[in-house]
């Protein structure tokens, strides 16, 4: 038994590499579907978007989502915007979309298209718009506390927002339920800065892991919660399929199983790797 630990502490290192690329790689087509155990932060966004009322009641008021993420933060803040319109959707409330991100601005354009195409009763102008990228977001989230038409007179198809039933009756802050920014870099802070301290709006994020730690001290006064990287994007995807508003998980709880897998590899690895080492030492193996 001593020899066999210590050949595999000798092992060939690209066994390990092809070890992990497996692990990582084969949850995501076979999702094995590992508890989500859903946190305070993520539970208290849903909670904001359950109050939701349909598109044709009178009392409707639209959620305003900005989609500040790039390829680079996609896998994490991606899944996030995705489980969260969904959540809109399904419930047949408004969404009005935009981007302050140079690179992310098709992106959260696919994004809301293809959501809404997932949702036969859902209507562009009706359910859902798009608004133009524009900039600089300081400039166009304060111009939003006085009236959205002074920065986006139009969507991104160029008509008029007073054409589209989903903007009558919105003019500022006052006439939204909440705003959602789902970022990979600082633009929260011009939200909360503008939006929340100088013009009251309500106000929830979802923030990559490394941005976290930051951003936990605005809740519950200034955000009204937070998701958190791929796992606060898998506990939403969770909550929406226990809800019954959507059929199965996304590429965030699949992504949690590769993370896991992963991760458990690697530290079976290190196990097995130094018991080898210390089994070698004393049988005085050099």
């Given at each position: 038994m001593r020899e066999f630990f210590v050949k595999l502490s000798q092992m060939d290192r690209r066994w390990v590499f092809l070890g992990v690329g497996l692990t990582t790689v084969i949850p995501f087509f076979f999702p094995l579907g590992l508890p989500v155990k859903v946190t305070r932060f993520t539970q208290l966004v849903y909670d904001e978007i359950e109050k939701i009322k349909p598109a044709d009641d009178p009392e409707s008021k639209p959620v305003l989502i900005s989609m500040d993420y790039d390829p680079g933060t996609l896998p994490e803040v991606g899944p996030m915007a995705k489980a969260i319109l969904r959540h809109i959707f399904a419930k047949k409330g408004k969404v009005i979309g935009l981007s302050f991100m140079p690179t992310g601005h098709a992106l959260a354009q696919e994004t809301l298209l293809s959501v809404a195409a997932e949702f036969p009763d859902i209507k562009e102008g009706v359910h859902w718009a798009y608004l133009p990228f524009n900039t600089p977001p300081a400039t166009c989230i304060q111009a939003i506390g006085r009236d959205i038409r002074e920065v986006y007179p139009e969507d991104f198809r160029k008509r008029s927002l007073d054409e589209l039933p989903i903007f009558k009756g919105v003019k500022n802050y006052q006439d939204i339920l909440i705003v959602i920014d789902l970022a990979g870099n600082q633009i929260v802070d011009s939200w909360i800065a503008d939006a929340v301290e100088r013009y009251g709006a309500r106000f929830a994020m979802g923030v990559t892991n490394v941005?976290?730690?930051?951003?936990?001290?605005?809740?519950?006064?200034?955000?009204?919660?937070?998701?958190?990287?791929?796992?606060?994007?898998?506990?939403?995807e969770r909550l929406i399929v226990d809800s019954g508003y959507w059929d199965v998980v996304g590429r965030a709880t699949a992504g949690m199983d590769s993370q896991s897998f992963t991760h458990l590899f690697i530290i079976v690895m290190i196990i097995l790797g130094n018991l080898g080492f210390f089994l070698s030492r004393k049988g005085g193996a050099q």
């Open positions: 941005m976290a730690a930051d951003y936990t001290p605005t809740i519950p006064k200034q955000s009204k919660g937070m998701l958190t990287g791929m796992r606060g994007a898998a506990e939403y």
